[in-house]
């Protein structure tokens, strides 16, 4: 005997979006706002939500809107299904309309040139482009906000198709009145006691921190920040100094602030990445294109 096919799933995504606005709110009010629905109606969908799921996720207290054990066993569940129908349509679309092509980069990098090339080789082709943030082109890539992105390392490359197209050196930012403003070169020996701007990011404080350091100690302690880019304003105000690539160009664009080569470090990479299972065929064309015009540009 064949195997029984499995029973329909009627499970609303919709409704399944509701649910994981509320769980990040907590609080019927804001979430409903947020999803520019009243709260009455937020409450019905929650309601066939917990029908169709045949569990009581929430519980409603009198500080707000608690999980229950189905509800946190969900969360992580709903999330990844709306994230897996998001990236089905993406495909799928995508694999109707193989002459569409988005092209990220981010702070400082330059794209024009392969950009305009694409465009000349492929003028039935729209071709777009979007700036992102230092720390978001992974998720950009897989959540298909951007087809191919040309950006720096490190970052987690997992799932993701990466070329690297030049290295740029490391240089100290400094303040222009600092002790080693003007000297030809620096070592790490020379910041050994010097503050440096930390992130959330493990992988991002590792290779712009240079944490551990060669010898295996940390590296000094600095101000935490959000956005990498607000790290100029603190070295301005002398809060800190910072290692940047070559190519980012606080020092030409402030007269406040200059840079150093800093000696004995690793280059920085930047490379451009896309979906390992992408086949586009513009973005196949666009790696050849960005290998061509991209290599060594600063």
Known sequence: MPDSPPPPVNLDLRLV??????????HFGRAAAALHTTQPSLSRQIHRLEQQLGVRLLDRTPRGTELTEAGETFLPLARALLRSATQAMARTRAAARPTRIT???????????????????????EVRTVHLGWNEPRDALLDHRADAVVTRLPFRTGGLRVTVLYDEPRV???????????????????????????VSDPDWNAFWRIDPRPGGGPAPGGPLIDDVEDKAELVAAGQAVAIIPDGEHIGRLRPDLTTIPLEGVEPSQVVLATRADDRNRLVAAFRKIAEAHLRGTR
Request: net charge negative.
């Open 172 to 198: 100290l930012v400094v303040p222009v009145d600092h002790h080693l403003a003007g000297k030809e070169s620096v070592t790490l020996d020379d910041i050994a006691d010097e503050p440096l701007p930390r």
């Open 17 to 26: 979006q509701c649910f994981t606005v509320l769980a990040e709110h907590r």
């Open 103 to 125: 092209i990220g980069y981010t702070t400082n990098l330059i794209v024009t040139s392969a950009v305009r090339e694409l465009r000349h080789r492929h003028p039935d082709a």
